[in-house]
């Protein structure tokens, strides 16, 4: 499932979600108030969330506290195959997004 929303991103400006290109092309076309809703937003997800909670608490980065089912391992090896496969992917991430 892949496409754009129906309908208007910004009704006041008669802006359309299917006139909206992808990538960095969309900076240009969001109008400055939208983006402030997306930065507003981001902030306040950063800021509530608690996601500093494995710095101010001295865990170790990344360790909030909880080990999800299925992923959790206590083999060192395996740890380090599986952070160095995250972050391999979030980089291909950033760069799929451009």
Not at 7 to 34: E, H, T, Y
Not at 45 to 73: F, H, I, Q, S
Request: contains cysteine.
């Amino acid at each position: 499932l892949t496409g754009k929303f129906p309908g208007f991103l910004s009704p006041g400006s008669g802006l359309k979600f299917a006139d909206v290109p992808n990538g960095l092309a969309a900076i240009g076309k969001v109008p400055a108030a939208g983006w402030f809703q997306i930065f507003s937003w981001m902030a306040f997800c950063e800021v509530g969330a608690g996601y500093d909670a494995d710095v101010n608490e001295k865990k170790d980065p990344g360790n909030m506290g909880w080990r999800p089912p299925l992923l959790a391992t206590d083999n060192p090896e395996v740890k380090k195959r599986r952070l160095a496969s995250e972050l391999a992917n979030g980089r291909l991430a950033m760069m799929a997004i451009i």
